[in-house]
């Protein structure tokens, strides 16, 4: 069965760190490239960070580069998202996301549960 099980999230003040973790399974996680996506109430769904499936690639939104680092552990299958120096406006629920591209057809695309990330003093 395939899963995206998230973990990390948690209340946490202005200008601290947390990480995210995403455990995949029931795929091949070697293959799929993943993603990190955050939602704020009445805000539209935000792409935050992105991670090729060899690891040699990764891009951020404009909003989190030099604060959010994302990396994948091939022999855990797990992908993560390092948030340092925190701000009211990162809060969110954040999900994790796994998408085969061009790898498999039809294209696959995965979805965690969502864990919620509250910034605040």
């Known amino acids: 069965q395939v899963q995206l099980v998230e973990s990390g999230g948690d209340l946490v003040q202005p200008g601290g760190s947390l990480r995210l973790s995403c455990v995949a399974s029931?795929?091949?996680?070697?293959?799929?490239?993943m993603r990190w996506y955050r939602q704020a109430p009445g805000k539209e769904r935000e792409l935050v960070a992105g991670?090729?499936?060899?690891?040699?690639?990764?891009n951020y939104a404009d909003s989190v580069k030099g604060r959010f680092t994302i990396s994948r552990d091939s022999a855990k299958n797990t992908v993560y998202l390092q948030m340092n120096s925190l701000k009211p406006d990162d809060t969110a629920v954040y999900y994790c996301?796994?998408?085969?591209?061009?790898?498999?057809?039809?294209?696959?695309?995965?979805w965690s549960q969502g864990t919620q990330v509250t910034v605040s003093s």
């Open positions: 991670i090729t499936n060899t690891g040699d690639t990764t």
């Open positions: 996301n796994a998408d085969s591209g061009s790898s498999s057809w039809p294209r696959r695309r995965y």
């Open positions: 029931g795929f091949d996680f070697s293959r799929y490239a």
